[in-house]
Nanobody, 125 residues
Framework: QLQLVESGGGLVQPGGSLRLSCAASGFTLNYYGIGWFRQAPGKEREGVSCISVSAGGTYYADSVKGRFTISRNNAKGTVYLEMNNLKPEDTAVYYC??????????????????WGPGTQVTVSS
C-alpha cells in the first residue's frame, strides 16, 4: 500500500521557522512529483509549493515566495518544506502529495494521486 507521512509540524511564534518532511512507505518518492498543500478551516485546499521529479522545476504560491523553500533528497527518499518568517495566516494543516503523471512542478490538488494524513502548523504568539 502506498502511503505518505508528513512530520515537523507544530506551534511556532510569528517570525519563526519550521521544516516539514515528507516520506513514503510502499514506494519511493524519487519517481514522483511532490507537492505541499495546506488547508485552513473554512478554506479550500491550496497548493503551497511543488517540485518536479528531477527537482529542476519548482512552484511557489505568491503568498510564500521568498519565505518557503522546497527541496528533495532522493538518496533519503524525502522531500522537505523549509518555512521561514512564518505568519499567522500560514496556520493550516499541511499535506504532502505525490503524482506520477506529469513531469513539471504542477501544483493543483486534483493532479495528485497519493496524500499523507497531514500535519498541523500553528503560528501564534
Amino acid at each position: 500500500q502506498l502511503q505518505l507521512v508528513e512530520s515537523g509540524g507544530g506551534l511556532v511564534q510569528p517570525g519563526g521557522s519550521l521544516r516539514l518532511s515528507c516520506a513514503a512507505s510502499g514506494f519511493t518518492l524519487n519517481y514522483y512529483g511532490i507537492g505541499w498543500f495546506r488547508q485552513a478551516p473554512g478554506k479550500e485546499r491550496e497548493g503551497v509549493s511543488c517540485i518536479s521529479v528531477s527537482a529542476g522545476g519548482t512552484y511557489y504560491a505568491d503568498s510564500v515566495k521568498g519565505r518557503f523553500t522546497i527541496s528533495r533528497n532522493n538518496a533519503k527518499g524525502t522531500v522537505y518544506l523549509e518555512m521561514n518568517n512564518l505568519k499567522p495566516e500560514d496556520t493550516a494543516v499541511y499535506y504532502c502529495a505525490a503524482q506520477g503523471r506529469y513531469s513539471g512542478s504542477y501544483c493543483r490538488p486534483l493532479m495528485y494521486d497519493y496524500w499523507g494524513p497531514g500535519t498541523q502548523v500553528t503560528v501564534s504568539s
